[in-house]
Protein backbone atom coordinates (compact mmCIF):
# COMPACT_ATOMS: atom_id res chain seq x y z
CA UNK A 1 0.00 0.00 0.00
CA UNK A 2 1.34 3.40 -0.81
CA UNK A 3 1.90 5.58 2.05
CA UNK A 4 -0.09 8.51 2.47
CA UNK A 5 1.97 11.74 1.32
CA UNK A 6 4.47 9.51 -0.06
CA UNK A 7 6.02 11.03 -3.52
CA UNK A 8 9.01 8.74 -4.01
CA UNK A 9 8.62 5.23 -5.39
CA UNK A 10 10.99 2.53 -5.65
CA UNK A 11 10.62 0.77 -8.72
CA UNK A 12 12.75 -2.71 -10.45
CA UNK A 13 13.02 -5.21 -12.56
CA UNK A 14 14.63 -8.15 -11.24
CA UNK A 15 15.13 -11.91 -12.41
CA UNK A 16 16.58 -13.67 -9.17
CA UNK A 17 16.24 -11.20 -6.10
CA UNK A 18 19.02 -8.98 -6.15
CA UNK A 19 17.60 -6.12 -7.62
CA UNK A 20 14.45 -6.22 -5.12
CA UNK A 21 16.93 -6.58 -2.29
CA UNK A 22 18.41 -3.49 -3.10
CA UNK A 23 15.01 -1.48 -3.87
CA UNK A 24 13.72 -2.41 -0.82
CA UNK A 25 16.55 -1.43 1.15
CA UNK A 26 16.21 1.82 -0.62
CA UNK A 27 12.62 2.02 -0.11
CA UNK A 28 12.79 1.13 3.70
CA UNK A 29 15.74 3.92 4.21
CA UNK A 30 13.26 6.73 2.34
CA UNK A 31 10.29 5.21 3.95
CA UNK A 32 8.75 5.21 0.81
CA UNK A 33 7.16 2.34 -1.43
CA UNK A 34 8.28 0.00 -3.58
CA UNK A 35 7.18 -2.24 -6.74
CA UNK A 36 7.21 -3.81 -9.82
CA UNK A 37 8.30 -1.29 -12.20
CA UNK A 38 6.55 -3.38 -15.25
CA UNK A 39 3.12 -3.52 -12.88
CA UNK A 40 3.46 -0.14 -11.86
CA UNK A 41 1.08 2.90 -13.10
CA UNK A 42 3.16 5.89 -13.44
CA UNK A 43 1.27 8.88 -11.25
CA UNK A 44 1.46 12.46 -11.42
CA UNK A 45 2.07 13.32 -7.92
CA UNK A 46 5.66 11.14 -7.58
CA UNK A 47 8.27 13.63 -7.43
CA UNK A 48 11.14 11.16 -6.99
CA UNK A 49 11.51 7.61 -9.37
CA UNK A 50 13.96 5.69 -8.54
CA UNK A 51 14.67 2.26 -10.66
CA UNK A 52 16.72 -0.76 -10.22
CA UNK A 53 17.51 -2.98 -12.91
CA UNK A 54 19.77 -6.42 -13.38
CA UNK A 55 22.78 -6.34 -15.91
CA UNK A 56 22.37 -8.86 -18.42
CA UNK A 57 25.19 -8.41 -21.30
CA UNK A 58 25.34 -5.18 -20.36
CA UNK A 59 22.05 -4.56 -20.76
CA UNK A 60 19.77 -2.57 -17.81
CA UNK A 61 16.85 -4.85 -17.25
CA UNK A 62 13.52 -3.20 -17.72
CA UNK A 63 14.72 -0.25 -18.63
CA UNK A 64 12.66 -0.17 -22.02
CA UNK A 65 9.46 0.62 -19.19
CA UNK A 66 11.75 3.61 -18.36
CA UNK A 67 12.03 5.05 -21.30
CA UNK A 68 8.46 3.85 -22.98
CA UNK A 69 7.22 6.58 -19.86
CA UNK A 70 9.76 8.64 -20.31
CA UNK A 71 7.02 11.32 -21.02
CA UNK A 72 5.63 11.56 -17.89
CA UNK A 73 8.74 11.15 -15.48
CA UNK A 74 11.04 13.84 -17.01
CA UNK A 75 10.32 16.72 -15.06
CA UNK A 76 10.77 14.85 -12.18
CA UNK A 77 13.91 13.59 -9.87
CA UNK A 78 15.14 10.41 -11.60
CA UNK A 79 17.67 7.91 -10.49
CA UNK A 80 18.35 4.27 -11.93
CA UNK A 81 20.68 2.40 -10.44
CA UNK A 82 21.97 -1.15 -11.86
CA UNK A 83 22.62 -4.43 -10.04
CA UNK A 84 25.79 -6.38 -11.67
CA UNK A 85 28.62 -8.74 -10.97
CA UNK A 86 31.63 -6.25 -11.96
CA UNK A 87 32.88 -4.67 -8.76
CA UNK A 88 32.11 -1.55 -8.78
CA UNK A 89 35.13 -0.17 -6.43
CA UNK A 90 36.87 -0.43 -9.30
CA UNK A 91 36.48 3.04 -11.40
CA UNK A 92 36.91 1.35 -14.64
CA UNK A 93 34.02 -1.24 -14.34
CA UNK A 94 32.20 1.78 -13.02
CA UNK A 95 33.30 3.79 -16.57
CA UNK A 96 32.65 0.61 -18.57
CA UNK A 97 29.13 0.31 -17.45
CA UNK A 98 28.28 3.83 -17.52
CA UNK A 99 29.22 3.46 -21.22
CA UNK A 100 26.66 0.79 -21.82
CA UNK A 101 24.12 2.73 -20.07
CA UNK A 102 23.96 5.74 -22.24
CA UNK A 103 24.22 3.92 -25.58
CA UNK A 104 20.73 2.08 -24.22
CA UNK A 105 19.13 5.35 -23.75
CA UNK A 106 17.94 8.96 -25.69
CA UNK A 107 20.92 10.92 -25.06
CA UNK A 108 18.56 13.64 -23.53
CA UNK A 109 17.03 11.01 -20.81
CA UNK A 110 20.91 9.90 -20.17
CA UNK A 111 21.44 13.18 -18.22
CA UNK A 112 18.49 13.68 -16.62
CA UNK A 113 19.12 10.72 -14.60
CA UNK A 114 21.58 10.28 -11.61
CA UNK A 115 23.07 6.52 -11.69
CA UNK A 116 24.41 4.70 -9.57
CA UNK A 117 25.69 0.94 -9.70
CA UNK A 118 25.96 -1.82 -7.06
CA UNK A 119 26.93 -5.47 -7.08
CA UNK A 120 24.92 -8.53 -7.08
CA UNK A 121 25.39 -12.04 -6.88
CA UNK A 122 23.40 -15.24 -8.58
CA UNK A 123 21.23 -17.18 -7.43
CA UNK A 124 20.84 -20.62 -10.11
CA UNK A 125 17.69 -21.81 -8.04
CA UNK A 126 15.56 -18.49 -9.79
CA UNK A 127 17.53 -17.97 -12.91
CA UNK A 128 16.05 -19.09 -16.04
CA UNK A 129 17.22 -21.66 -18.29
CA UNK A 130 18.24 -19.43 -21.03
CA UNK A 131 20.72 -17.17 -18.40
CA UNK A 132 21.75 -20.80 -17.10
CA UNK A 133 22.85 -21.99 -20.34
CA UNK A 134 24.30 -18.39 -20.94
CA UNK A 135 26.54 -18.29 -17.12
CA UNK A 136 27.78 -22.33 -18.32
CA UNK A 137 29.19 -20.67 -21.45
CA UNK A 138 30.46 -17.58 -19.55
CA UNK A 139 32.21 -20.09 -16.94
CA UNK A 140 33.57 -22.34 -19.43
CA UNK A 141 35.14 -19.59 -20.58
CA UNK A 142 36.11 -17.77 -17.84
CA UNK A 143 38.06 -21.27 -16.99
CA UNK A 144 40.43 -20.63 -19.86
CA UNK A 145 41.80 -17.43 -18.37
CA UNK A 146 44.79 -17.65 -16.50
CA UNK A 147 44.04 -17.39 -12.81
CA UNK A 148 46.46 -14.28 -12.26
CA UNK A 149 43.70 -12.32 -14.97
CA UNK A 150 40.94 -13.66 -13.36
CA UNK A 151 38.75 -11.43 -11.35
CA UNK A 152 36.77 -11.97 -8.01
CA UNK A 153 33.46 -12.42 -10.04
CA UNK A 154 34.94 -14.32 -12.59
CA UNK A 155 36.04 -16.89 -9.83
CA UNK A 156 32.85 -16.50 -8.27
CA UNK A 157 31.17 -17.52 -11.29
CA UNK A 158 33.76 -20.40 -12.12
CA UNK A 159 33.55 -21.91 -8.57
CA UNK A 160 29.96 -21.44 -7.58
CA UNK A 161 28.34 -22.35 -10.88
CA UNK A 162 24.89 -24.24 -10.18
CA UNK A 163 24.82 -22.48 -6.84
CA UNK A 164 24.33 -18.78 -4.98
CA UNK A 165 26.74 -16.20 -4.40
CA UNK A 166 26.01 -12.89 -2.86
CA UNK A 167 28.40 -9.90 -3.72
CA UNK A 168 25.26 -7.47 -2.42
CA UNK A 169 26.12 -4.68 0.39
CA UNK A 170 23.54 -2.87 2.28
CA UNK A 171 26.12 -0.10 2.86
CA UNK A 172 26.09 0.43 -1.01
CA UNK A 173 23.08 2.67 -0.89
CA UNK A 174 23.91 4.70 1.45
CA UNK A 175 24.97 7.64 -1.16
CA UNK A 176 21.97 7.17 -2.75
CA UNK A 177 19.82 7.74 -0.04
CA UNK A 178 21.63 10.75 0.94
CA UNK A 179 21.12 12.24 -2.72
CA UNK A 180 17.20 11.70 -2.48
CA UNK A 181 17.28 13.29 1.17
C1 LIG B 1 23.05 -14.31 -18.52
C2 LIG B 1 23.62 -13.31 -17.56
C3 LIG B 1 24.33 -12.21 -18.02
C4 LIG B 1 24.88 -11.30 -17.12
N1 LIG B 1 25.57 -10.21 -17.61
C5 LIG B 1 26.15 -9.34 -16.73
C6 LIG B 1 26.89 -8.21 -17.21
O1 LIG B 1 26.98 -7.95 -18.40
N2 LIG B 1 27.47 -7.41 -16.29
C7 LIG B 1 27.39 -7.63 -14.94
O2 LIG B 1 27.97 -6.87 -14.15
N3 LIG B 1 26.64 -8.68 -14.45
C8 LIG B 1 26.03 -9.52 -15.32
N4 LIG B 1 25.28 -10.56 -14.87
C9 LIG B 1 25.08 -10.72 -13.42
C10 LIG B 1 23.73 -10.13 -12.97
O3 LIG B 1 23.69 -8.75 -13.23
C11 LIG B 1 23.57 -10.40 -11.49
O4 LIG B 1 23.30 -11.78 -11.34
C12 LIG B 1 22.52 -9.55 -10.81
O5 LIG B 1 22.63 -9.74 -9.43
C13 LIG B 1 21.13 -9.90 -11.29
O6 LIG B 1 20.17 -9.16 -10.59
P1 LIG B 1 18.64 -9.65 -10.52
O7 LIG B 1 18.65 -11.01 -9.90
O8 LIG B 1 17.97 -8.66 -9.65
O9 LIG B 1 18.10 -9.63 -11.91
C14 LIG B 1 24.70 -11.48 -15.74
C15 LIG B 1 23.97 -12.58 -15.27
C16 LIG B 1 23.42 -13.49 -16.16
C17 LIG B 1 22.63 -14.65 -15.63
Not at 15 to 35: M, N, R, V
Request: neutral net charge; glycine residues 8%.
Amino acid sequence: MRKMGSKTIVLYKSESGFTKQYAEWIAAALKCDCAEAETYDFRKDDQTIIFGGGLYAGKINGIKILIKNYDKIKDKKCIVFTVGLADVKDESNIEAIAASCKKQIPEEMFSNIKWFHFRGGMDYGKMSFLHRCMMWFMKTMLSKEPENEQSDSDRAVIENYGGKFDFSDRNEIDTLVKYCL
